[in-house]
């Protein structure tokens, strides 16, 4: 009888116990978000991936959720944080409250705390049986964030605000299992949805590899696709294997504007539909990689563990192979690989923004937390450039995806530049510098909507990137690590393959905006290095591919084993698309051949060079199948032939003329432009010309010392040209303005027109524009040219 009472004695207590668990729950699991959005960028940071009321000043729906809940009195306690504490501002923009079936608790959350920590309400009472609904409320609209929430029957219990402690407990309380579950056997895992990710997945499944695609947003595309905007940079289709790259261009956007009026002109689903297609890749979207399992000798990874960033489950992706496309070398530093990170004076992260002419006044909260801007404290924001081709060839016979805004003037946007922490860790700090990039556009939409209020009054804030667009973190060290200076001597090595047309590009915060802000800027400028081949571009070597340290690894993306002269040049989309293609298709020689990604280079290089001269569209159905192109195979628009025009009669080689000289072909043209070769001489291919009263073009330049300068543009008169064509000249003294009579004839005979003389700064991004507004004719272009002073 003893023995019987006392089992039934240990039944009950372990039954009580359990019943008195804290319940966990994931706030990205709520059944419906409502108008919060998922972040899941600083997982490696803080923990885990979380909901932000990303509302841009107005107040979001609110996420909501239903669980069975057993009749008590419960302590709900919410992990938050008052995002702009570590920061020392005013006031507190997170706010937010919950509601438990309707009932308001007795807090409001996300007032305090400089780091994530749990905030306790007051003891809510839950009657009866069924069904408890919890409600999320947003206050503000102004980035409130809530990671999971605990209700506790016990009211001494306290979870902890360590880090390590609160991972501990949430396995726990979620009954994660100690060992995730693993999947079968993967040729090829790949871990980062960008371009270089979408490259290498695509190419590895072409050549008949087993795939698993990791992700960890619910869109592909990385920095070019819809949350972040940025476009697509790097030259395609060219150099030593100019079918690399026809890959990248079956997915790449067309976009008008960096960033868009329209989101969607960046096309997720084009990106997503085209991976999709391809049968022996598994897709997992949502899904961070946060640990690696090695092999018993430590050195080839094993598995890669994902988190579920919805549901919270965990999965070992077991593989033979892995890829790095992670953008920060996440893999290769869980792996142990050696790597290369700047301590200080690194490029940063860029969070763009769109603001839209409503045509009626528009309030704006006020923001005493934001940085307290003055107009002269950053760029007043350009407007969008016309919607149509922001490079003619490059938009030339492609389905753009998207339908353009009617009315792309009432749209302005903050690009590129605005970019921080340059000298804040670009992984532990990562949080800090995206909330520093929301203080500054929250306090320049301040500025304008108050300070300059005639012109701003009817705007609106209509798009802020949350998702921030990172520059430079991690290298991972290959067998080779590239330098900038072999670009620019053209050494050319045995495994080139990956052509890189971008000049040698690193941003660095631009001192006119810096000085009231040192510790942080939050404006940059491009300072472009030694140039490289724009036309072929220079082959960037394999070995760069892979790591030195971990057997099965290989790099793709701004990962790459490069020095930091050679990133500026390798970083953009479209080349790193190219470099997965070439990853790709060296992960089959190491399954076919059960070799490594090093002895691809030892012993397989003559395979590769092969595969990377089959057109990308090229596929075997087996491993061990024959290559063959398909005849529903996408069709590419023809590139112009190599060379077209550029030494024809009436043709002026540009690199004969003196000084820096930015033809029409490398210029940034937005509208229609027609392009001809009928009025001679000519500089390069062709001259540039257009009626479209909304069209404008671009030419970027970059000075090595600082001084005055003699600008000079060129074209060819006609009685039908503009008397009046506005240029624009970003100088270092400021824009400046000057019209262009393109009827009478220059008095150079080779069509040169001079400007005047004008201030440049080393190494900063200048630039001389022509616009078609007023312009009383047809705009034309054909070169512009920087001189130095006599």
Known sequence: MKSVLLATLLTLGAAAAAHAQPLWLEAESFSSPGGWVLDTQFIDVMGSPYLMAHGMGKPVKDATTT???????????ARTKNWVAPFNATGAPGRFEITVNGQKLDHTFGTTGKDWQWEKSAPVKITGKGKTTLALHDLTGFDGRVDALILSKDDSFTPPNDLAATNKLRRQLLGLPEKAPETTEYDLVVIGGGYSGMGAAISGARQGLKVAFIQNRPVLGGNGSSEIQVWAMGGTRRGLYPHLGEIVEEFADRASNSPAANPQEFNDKLKEDTVEAEKTISLHLNTHVYGVEMTTDKKNIRSVIGLDTKTGKETRFLGKLFVDCTGHGSVGALAGAEFMMEEKGRMGMSNMWVMQNLKHPVTWPATPWALPLKLEDFPEPRPLAPVGKKNAENMKGYDLGYTPVPDPEDYVHGEWFWESGFDKHPINDLELIRDHNFRAVYGAVTALKTLKADKYADFD????????????????VGDMILNGEDMVKGIIHPDGCVPTTWDQDLHYPKEQYAKNFPDNPFISRAEF?????RKNGYPVPYRCFYSKDIGNLFMAGRTISVERHALGSTRVMRTCGMMGEVVGKAAWICVRHHTS??????????????????????RRDTLEGSLYLPANAKKLPDLPPPG??????GSIDPKKLEGIVIDDTEAELTGKWAHGQGLKPYIGKHYSYTGDKAASARFPFSVKQTGNYEVRIYFQPHE??????????????GEKQVTVDQTKAPKDPQGAYTLGT?????????????RTANAGGNVHLDAVQIVPAK
Do not use: C
């Not at 804030?461 to 991972?476: F, N, V």
């Not at 290095?529 to 081949?533: L, M, N, R, S, Y």
């Not at 077209?644 to 009669?649: C, F, L, M, T």
């Not at 039908?720 to 003294?733: G, Q």
């Open 67 to 77: 669980i069975d809940l057993p009749a008590g009195t419960y302590t709900l306690w």
């Open 461 to 476: 804030l209509t798009w802020l990137a949350y998702i921030g667009g990172p520059r430079e973190s991690r290298r991972i």
């Open 529 to 533: 290095g030694k140039h490289t081949d």
């Open 597 to 618: 990604p090093r002895g691809v280079y030892e012993q397989y290089l003559d395979i590769l060079k092969d595969l990377m001269s089959q057109p990308g569209a090229m």
């Open 644 to 649: 077209a025009a550029d030494s024809g009669e």
């Open 720 to 733: 039908n040209r503009a008397k009046t064509a506005p240029v624009t000249l970003l100088t270092a003294d």
């Open 758 to 770: 004008y201030k440049f700064n080393a190494g900063e991004e200048s630039a001389v524009i022509f």
